[in-house]
C-alpha cells in the first residue's frame, strides 16, 4: 500500500473510530513513516548522548535490499508479517490477510496503549497489519513464492486510443520486466510491479509453485479499512478482542470504496490529495474537516522537529540533546519500531514455530 492509505485512509478510519484529529494525526504518520524512515544507527548528540534508531524500510534501490538477513529484519516484520502457516520455513513466511499472527500483533499493541509510545506503536501496528491484505502470497524471505511469471492487469483507467493501441507492446514489456525482476528481486512483490499497491487493480499471475494467482484488490483494501477501524474502536476500549468491535459504518465504508475504486492516478501523492480533497468536502459521511498535510523529508518533518537535521545524512552536524527530544514524535516512532519489532520476531513468530531474526 501506498501513501494514499497508509496516511489517507488511516486517518479516516481513525477518525471514525473515534479518536481526536490529533491523535489520529499522530497514528496516520506513523503508519506512514514506516515506508520512510530509511535511517538506521546512532543518532550521536554534542553532548555525547547516543538514541540508537532501526530503519523500517529500506532507501529506494539499495542493493542491502538483497540481503536476505537485512530483508528479515526490515521487510518481514513491518511490511510482509509471516502468518506461520504451514511446514517449511518458506511456506511460513508467507503474508496472508488478517492472519492470526497479525492480530496477535494488533493485540500486542492494545495492550499497550498506556504506554508513552502508544499512539505510534499503533500507528506502525497498523502499517504492517494492513499490507497483510496488498502483500498477501509474498514474503519478506528469498523464496520461491515470491517468483512472479505472466503478470498480467486489467486496466480500467480511461486511456487515449493511443494508449489503447500501445498496450499489446505494453503488456510484453511488462512480462520481459516482471520476469528480470523474479530473478533480481526475490523478496517481496518486486516481480509484481505496482499492482499489489493500487487499490483499484485488478491483476493475474502464475506464481512460483505454477498455480495461477487473481487478484482484486479494491475489497481486501476496503476489508483493511474495515478492520483497521476496528483496531482503533478496540485501542480507545482497552479491548484486545477488537475484531468484535464496530467497523465502518455502511455509508463510510461505501464512500471509501469509491474513493479507492475512482481515485487512479498512479502518483500515490496525488491521490493522498483527492483524500484529503474529499474529507474536506464531507465526501465521507461524518467526517468534514482538513486533513493535515503530511511531511516525511526536510524541514517541519518528525526528525526535524525533533534534531534540527535536514537530511538523512547526519554524520556530520550533530544536535543538542533536550528533554524536547525525549517527547519527540521521532524519538517515540523510533522507540516503537523497536518495540514492534521485538515483539514481533523474538515472541510472537517463534511460538509459531518461525524464527527469523
Known amino acids: 500500500m501506498n501513501i494514499d492509505f497508509h496516511y ?27 515506508d520512510d524512515a530509511t535511517t538506521s544507527g546512532i543518532l550521536r548528540f554534542k553532548g555525547g548522548e547516543t538514541f540508537e534508531r532501526f530503519a523500517s524500510a529500506h532507501k529506494l534501490f539499495d542493493y542491502a535490499n538483497t540481503e536476505n538477513d537485512q530483508n528479515r529484519l526490515v521487510w518481514t ?21 488478517d492472519s492470526e499472527v497479525a492480530r496477535e500483533v494488533v493485540r500486542r499493541a492494545i495492550r499497550q496503549r498506556d504506554s508513552e509510545t502508544g499512539l505510534h506503536r499503533l500507528g506502525v501496528t497498523l502499517h504492517t497489519y494492513v499490507d ?17 511469471h505472466f503478470l498480467e492487469a486489467q486496466d480500467c483507467t480511461h486511456r487515449s486510443w493511443l494508449a489503447r493501441l500501445e498496450s499489446a507492446a505494453g503488456h510484453l514489456l511488462e512480462h520481459i520486466e516482471a520476469d ?22 485488478r491483476w493475474h499471475y502464475i506464481d512460483g509453485r505454477n498455480n495461477l ?20 474502536r478496540g485501542f480507545l476500549a482497552g479491548r484486545e478482542d477488537f475484531e468484535t468491535q464496530p467497523g465502518l459504518p455502511d455509508d463510510v465504508r461505501n464512500a471509501v470504496s469509491r474513493l479507492l475504486d475512482t481515485s487512479r492516478n498512479p502518483d500515490d ?34 526528525k526535524y522537529q525533533a534534531t534540527g537535521l535536514l537530511c538523512d545524512d547526519d554524520t556530520g552536524d550533530r544536535p543538542e540533546w533536550s528533554h524536547a527530544f525525549e517527547k519527540s514524535d521521532y524519538r517515540l516512532f523510533h522507540d516503537a519500531v523497536k518495540q514492534h519489532r521485538f515483539v514481533t520476531t523474538q515472541e510472537i513468530l517463534p511460538a509459531r514455530g518461525l524464527r527469523i531474526a
Open 180 to 201: 528480470i525482476l523474479t530473478i533480481a528481486l526475490p523478496v517481496g512483490h518486486g516481480a509484481a510491479l505496482h499492482y499489489p499497491d493500487q487499490p483499484w487493480a
Open 213 to 232: 494467482i487473481s487478484r482484486h484488490n479494491l475489497p481486501d483494501f476496503v476489508q483493511a479499512a474495515e478492520m483497521a477501524c476496528r483496531a482503533v
Open 77 to 97: 516484520p513491518f511490511h510482509f508479517l509471516p502468518a506461520g502457516e504451514g511446514i517449511t520455513l518458506e511456506e511460513k513466511a508467507i503474508c496472508r490477510p
Open 269 to 302: 501523492n496525488q491521490r493522498l490529495r483527492t483524500v484529503r480533497e474529499w474529507v474536506k468536502a464531507g465526501r465521507i459521511p461524518g467526517l468534514k474537516e482538513a486533513v493535515p498535510g503530511y511531511i516525511g523529508k526536510g524541514r517541519d518533518s518528525w
Open 8 to 34: 489517507g485512509v488511516i486517518y479516516i478510519a481513525a477518525r471514525i473510530g473515534g479518536m481526536t484529529a490529533a491523535d489520529a494525526r499522530i497514528v496516520a504518520h506513523a503508519c506512514q513513516y514506516v
Open 132 to 148: 497483510t491484505w496488498a502483500h498477501q502470497g509474498f514474503s519478506g524471505i528469498e523464496s520461491p513464492w515470491n517468483r512472479v
